[in-house]
């Protein structure tokens, strides 16, 4: 499957909604709230999708990007917000109302589209579900890097990516930032993350299983 950062829609599915631009760190929805039905299109910049953890600490998800949607499950049925959702930079979006999002469900290509969308993402929850029900910040690591979209891509036994900063991790693995640094440190010693740069990363397959499989016993 395609990676859920492709663009499936444009400003033209939206004719009709106004626009509106936000700064950094703005909340648009809050998780649990029977706000007003709308959905929002990302017309540049990006948001972060977060959910609260049962000790009522904020985990990251996922980021969404330009050219995605989101907030449409309150249009199509959800009674309360499933995630809350911020700004991660100053972000222009569109603001889509019930009867645009109805008027355009009636085409099949959109419906198809906005399934594919909704696929992509209840798979990113799945696989967040996964590495934060490891018990070691080490093993939410090591998922996350075994997991990664880019493996699908490819039969090398090594990827090329650019990994979140250090603060992002501990956010989608709910612990600290100086944790993660700590935690780092033995992916890099074990080879499983080679630096290749100041954003880009080599993951070594063979190398991270054994590292996961070491700490495992």
Same mark, same amino acid.
């Given at each position: 499957?395609?990676?859920? @950062?492709?663009?499936?829609?444009?400003?033209?599915? /939206?004719?009709?909604?106004?626009?509106?631009?936000?700064?950094?760190?703005?909340?648009?929805?809050?998780?649990?709230?029977?706000?007003?039905?709308?959905?929002? /299109?990302?017309?540049?910049?990006?948001?972060?999708?977060?959910?609260?953890?049962?000790?009522?600490?904020?985990?990251?998800? @996922?980021?969404?990007?330009?050219?995605?949607?989101?907030?449409?499950?309150?249009?199509?049925?959800?009674?309360?917000?499933?995630?809350?959702?911020?700004?991660?930079?100053?972000?222009?979006?569109?603001?889509?109302?019930?009867?645009?999002?109805?008027?355009?469900?009636?085409?099949?290509? /959109?419906?198809?589209?906005?399934?594919?969308?909704?696929?992509?993402?209840?798979?990113?929850?799945?696989?967040?579900?996964?590495?934060?029900?490891?018990?070691?910040?080490?093993?939410?690591?090591?998922? @996350?890097?075994?997991?990664?979209?880019?493996?699908?891509?490819?039969?090398?036994?090594?990827?090329?990516?650019?990994?979140?900063?250090?603060?992002?991790?501990?956010?989608?693995?709910?612990?600290?930032?100086?944790?993660?640094?700590?935690?780092?440190?033995?992916? @890099?010693?074990?080879?499983?993350?080679?630096?290749?740069?100041?954003?880009?990363?080599?993951?070594?397959?063979?190398?991270?299983?054994?590292?996961?499989?070491?700490?495992?016993?």
């Amino acid at each position: 499957m395609e990676s859920m @950062y492709d663009i499936l829609f444009t400003e033209a599915d /939206f004719a009709g909604a106004p626009r509106i631009s936000l700064k950094r760190g703005e909340c648009l929805i809050y998780e649990g709230e029977k706000d007003e039905k709308a959905a929002y /299109f990302i017309v540049s910049g990006s948001v972060e999708v977060q959910t609260e953890c049962y000790d009522g600490t904020q985990t990251l998800l @996922y980021v969404l990007k330009s050219g995605t949607v989101f907030g449409e499950l309150h249009l199509m049925g959800a009674d309360k917000r499933t995630a809350s959702v911020y700004t991660a930079e100053r972000t222009v979006l569109l603001k889509i109302n019930s009867k645009i999002w109805y008027q355009r469900m009636q085409d099949i290509g /959109f419906m198809k589209r906005v399934h594919t969308m909704q696929l992509k993402r209840y798979l990113e929850t799945t696989k967040a579900a996964s590495r934060l029900g490891q018990s070691t910040v080490m093993h939410r690591l090591g998922t @996350y890097l075994m997991t990664l979209p880019e493996w699908h891509k490819t039969q090398k036994s090594s990827i090329d990516v650019i990994l979140p900063s250090h603060a992002q991790l501990a956010r989608m693995l709910n612990c600290t930032r100086e944790r993660i640094t700590v935690v780092m440190k033995a992916f @890099y010693k074990a080879g499983a993350v080679i630096k290749l740069d100041d954003r880009n990363c080599k993951i070594s397959r063979e190398n991270l299983v054994q590292l996961m499989s070491e700490s495992s016993h």
